[in-house]
Structure formats: C-alpha cells, structure tokens
C-alpha cells in the first residue's frame, strides 16, 4: 500500500531505502506496471526524447548528447544510471543534479499516484524523474536505458530519436544467452518513422530486422554514416552532414569517437526538430563530462579509474592502457559483482597489468576477494595477484607501492570506483 502523504520520506536517502523495500526483486522486467502508474501520473512528455541503448557506451553518449545540446542553448532533461557517489548524479536539468527537495516532490508525486501497483527501484526512479523533467519544462531529455531495453522503464515513453550504442554478452540471466537474442532486447527502443541509430560495427541481424519491421527510419554505422580519426582530430560524415577537423572528445579512449558519432548521427536525424550548429558541436565535445570513464585522477603516477564490468568494456580499456604506455609497472585494484564473467573481464587486462589486488566489494552482490583470485587464476592471469580486505585497503597499499613512473587502475564496477573516489576525497587530494 502506498503511504500516507502525512508519513511520506522527508530526505533522499528515506526515500531510497522505502523504494528498494516496494518491491520483491531488484528486477523485474516488464512496461505494464511502469505504464498504468505513467499514464495516471498524466506524463506525457510533450519535448524530444532520445534514449540510448547499448551494452557498453550509453552513458558517454548521453553525456555528449547533453553537452552539446546544452551548447545548442536547450535546456536538457538528463537520466542516467547506475550513480557513481550520489543518486541526485542520475537526475541532471540544465547541467546540474536535480537537489533534495525536487527529487522528494518527484517520488511523492509517483507514490500517492501508484495505488497498490509494485514498482521496482528503478522503475519509480525512472516515472520520477519524468514527471521531474516535466515540470522543469526542458526543451529535450535524454534516457539512459538500465538493462536491455524493450522491457526497460526508459521505454514507456516512446523515443523521438534512439540509439544502440553495441551489442555484446552482459546481463545474459535476463537477455539471452547470444548477440541475436540481446539485439532484440535492446532494438525494443526504435519507434516507426523515428530516427534509429545503430552504432555496432557488426550488429546482430535482429537489430536490424527490428529497425525494418516497426518502420524505424535506421542509420546503420558504415552504410549512413561514417567517422575517421584525422591527425588533429576526426571527422564525420552523415546523410546529410559533412563535419571535419572535429575535435577530439573530452572523454577519453579510442571508444569515445564511436560514441560521438553516434551522438551526432541521432542529432542529425532529428536536426529539423532539434537544430544544432557546428560551434555547439565542437563546443559540446570538448566539455562532456563522465566519471569513472578512463578517468585520470593523476599523472605521476597515473592513476586511472574505469567503471568497465564486462569483457567487451574491458577490451576497450585495455585499448587505451596500450594507448597510453607509462615507463613502470601497472597495479590493478580490481572487484566485481559475483555475478558477472570476472575471469572473462580480468583476462582482457592480463597483458597490460602486473600486479594485482583484489578486495570485496561491500555490496550484496558484490564477489569475495577469495571468488575474485580464484577466477583470475583460472584465467590463467600471469601477474602477481594480492587478497585485501576492502577497495580502500587495497588502494592504499597499491598507492604505497607505486613510484611516479607506474601506473594504477582501478576497474571492475561502479561500485569499486566510487570506493575509490570517496578515498580519495578523504584523503583530500580529490577535493569536494
């Protein structure tokens, strides 16, 4: 039963703890309960939407969606998820997190408008944010997708322009067990006559087959659009756009040009309803912010934090750590949730990392150091290998035994780059 409006959470952090308790499972995939609470809730978003979906790269393409957007002069709707430090990360208006006070009218609004309708964490967090973004007035908002995509909350309201970022193997347990079957899922988000972007280089067939059965206007990388690194930046090439000398995004890693250009691609196909100028563009890719994306916290030594939690996220990382060689060795504080592939992802960064340390995550879900060695081990994973008894423990002893030439990372989940981050800002290196 839903609460009484006199007893309703009075902060954030109440209102989190009530909705992770209104539902039996985490997950549960499904628009039916999202939709009947949606439409009492009267959302109907009269602004664009874009939602992107994607194995790996959702957030930093909805990062530099907002960013040049914003630099277009529109005032944007931004949900993202998972959150790094703080939930407010995943409510973004006009560049800054929604506060306290318009997350608590938000869930309100969606607590005494459900009935007796059970809704998962993400499912309120998601009509939340909507309703949010409505009376904010945006101009546009763009939807990160939590898992997959046809059954995902984002897809209750119907996107005015989508994105597939790739397809690859995450989340099997609720997808499928094979590119074919997730290419499905994650098609789910294009709408017929709709702007529908597929930024795989090989996309499985179904995500094609999708685009074409519901009438999605389909831009397919490689056959409607193109980007090529230059020497002093890239270029991108459209249907109808002809963009060079581009800058590099502030993001960084060889993915991150992929990502822009599906970025782009998207804007292009909605550029009659959503005009953007190159100086915006331009403007947009230089100042695109996301955490825990090869993000560097310093340079001697380098210490670099990665959320990358799959085996295809990986490899992209382990692309950049060869892209960017330091003169030492490179220690590796790694955790993961039990249940991801840990063998899998760890051995994309056997060649690049000597020493590792492993340590629990203080997560349910999170794997015990014992399960985290034993699956590197039978990665056959060649580097020294050390147990610790926390993400700070380890960090703080990787940190002790590096010199100014090595290089630390820290990888393996939100979770273990957020306990770094909050190390690091006590340590007060980080700031606030």
């Not at 994309?348 to 150091?369: Q, T, Y």
Request: charged share 20%; glycine share 10%; with cysteine.
């Amino acid at each position: 039963m839903p609460v009484a409006a006199a007893s309703l959470p009075s902060t954030v952090d109440a209102w989190l703890a009530y909705l992770e308790k209104l539902h039996p499972r985490n997950i549960a995939l499904g628009l039916e309960r999202a939709a009947l609470v949606n439409a009492r809730l009267g959302s109907r978003p009269v602004f664009p939407l874009i939602t992107v979906a994607g194995t790996n790269g959702k957030g930093s393409t909805c990062a530099m969606l907002e960013a040049i957007l914003t630099a277009a002069g529109y005032r944007v709707g931004l949900y993202t998820s998972p959150h790094i430090l703080r939930y407010h990360e995943r409510v973004r208006v006009a560049g800054r997190e929604a506060d306290d006070d318009a997350l608590c009218r938000a869930f309100a609004a969606v607590e005494q408008t459900r009935g007796d309708t059970p809704l998962t964490y993400f499912e309120f967090s998601t009509l939340a944010a909507l309703w949010h973004f409505i009376r904010a007035e945006v101009d546009v908002a763009v939807l990160e997708v939590g898992l997959g995509g046809r059954l995902d909350a984002v897809n209750v309201v119907a996107a005015d322009g989508a994105v597939v970022t790739n397809v690859d193997l995450d989340h099997q347990e609720y997808l499928g067990d094979d590119r074919e079957t997730i290419g499905t899922e994650k098609a789910g988000i294009y709408r017929g006559g709709h702007p529908a972007v597929c930024a795989d280089p090989q996309p499985p067939r179904s995500v094609i087959a999708h685009a074409r059965a519901v009438g999605a206007d389909l831009i397919q990388l490689g056959q409607d659009y193109s980007y090529r690194a230059e020497a002093s930046g890239w270029c991108y090439t459209g249907r109808r756009w002809r963009l060079t000398g581009l800058p590099l995004p502030a993001l960084r890693g060889e993915c991150q040009l992929g990502n822009a250009a599906a970025a782009l691609a998207v804007l292009e196909g909605l550029s009659a309803r959503l005009p953007v100028t190159p100086t915006a563009i331009h403007r947009g890719l230089t100042e695109a912010c996301l955490p825990g994306r090869f993000q560097c916290l310093a340079e001697k030594p380098a210490m670099i934090l990665d959320v990358a939690h799959n085996p295809h996220a990986a490899r992209a990382l382990a692309w950049n750590l060869q892209a960017n060689p330091v003169a030492g060795r490179t220690y590796a504080v790694f955790s993961m949730l039990q249940d991801k592939d840990i063998a899998g992802t760890a051995a994309m960064l056997d060649p690049w990392v000597d020493c590792w340390r492993v340590a629990e995550i203080a997560h349910p879900r999170g794997a015990a150091a014992e399960t985290l060695e034993r699956a590197l081990r039978h990665a056959g994973i060649r580097g020294e290998i050390h147990r610790d008894g926390g993400i700070a423990a380890a960090w703080r002893a990787t940190c002790d035994a590096a010199n100014e030439d090595d290089r630390i990372l820290a990888f393996g989940s939100f979770h273990t780059v957020a306990a770094v981050l909050r190390q690091w800002r006590e340590s007060g290196l980080g700031g606030k």
